[in-house]
Structure formats: structure tokens, C-alpha cells
């Protein structure tokens, strides 16, 4: 069966830096869409960047360019999300999610969970300040 597996969450202080991954098995997303979503307590789950099959493309939002990049390792079947100068808004559970419908370019349409078939069981990351 398919599975997204996250890794690299935990608990740091307000400007450090983590690095999340995603391992897909199952199936491959090489020619997919992927991307990252978080989830903070009490809030709706919120799309944070995305990366288009080829890896030359890529979105995030607003809150987190210049701070994080998303990117993918076509050949090992994983993603994942650099995340530097961290802020205590940042802590949430974070997702990642894979499109595994549509042809490989990446739309604005993927900031919407709905535009994603597959998802990971979460890695919580904290921020303290």
C-alpha cells in the first residue's frame, strides 16, 4: 500500500533549524506533485509549500519565503522541507502530501489540501521561544 512516512520533527528554540522528510513507498511521485501542510492547535490545517515533479518548481506561502525550501530527491522517492530561522509560530504538526492524480506541474490550485491524494501521519514540531 502507499505510504508517506515524515520524519525530523521536534522541539527547538525560536532561530534554529530542522530538516523534515517525507518517505514515499508503495508507489513513486518522481513525475507528482508534493508539498507541506501544518497543522497548529485549534487551527485548520494550512499549506506551507509545494514542489512540482521535476523540481525546477516551486510555491510556498507567504509566511515562511525566505525561510524554508521544500525539495525532493526524484530517485530515493522523498521530500523535504528545510526550515531555518524558526519562529514559535511555526509549531504545528506538519504533513506532507502528494498529488498523485495530475500531470506534474505545479498550479496554484495545490495550496488545497483537496488537490492531494496522499498524506503522511504528521511530525510534530515545536518552537520555543
Known amino acids: 500500500q502507499v505510504q508517506l512516512v515524515e520524519s525530523g520533527g521536534g522541539l527547538v528554540q525560536a532561530g534554529d533549524s530542522l530538516r523534515l522528510s517525507c518517505a514515499a513507498s508503495?508507489?513513486?511521485?518522481?513525475?507528482?506533485?508534493m508539498g507541506w501542510f501544518r497543522q497548529a492547535p485549534g487551527k485548520e490545517r494550512e499549506f506551507v509549500a509545494a514542489?512540482?515533479?521535476?523540481?525546477?518548481?516551486?510555491y510556498y506561502t507567504n509566511s515562511v519565503k525566505g525561510r524554508f525550501t521544500i525539495s525532493r530527491d526524484r530517485a530515493k522517492n522523498t521530500l523535504y522541507l528545510q526550515m531555518n530561522s524558526l519562529k514559535p509560530e511555526d509549531t504545528a504538526v506538519y504533513y506532507c502530501?502528494?498529488?498523485?492524480?495530475?500531470?506534474?506541474?505545479?498550479?496554484?490550485?495545490?495550496?488545497?489540501?483537496?488537490?492531494?491524494?496522499?498524506w503522511g501521519q504528521g511530525t510534530q514540531v515545536t518552537v520555543s521561544s
Open positions: 502530501a502528494a498529488d498523485g492524480t495530475r500531470p506534474e506541474t505545479l498550479v496554484v490550485f495545490h495550496k488545497l489540501a483537496s488537490w492531494y491524494d496522499y
Open positions: 508503495g508507489r513513486t511521485f518522481s513525475n507528482h506533485v
Open positions: 514542489i512540482s515533479g521535476s523540481g525546477d518548481s516551486t
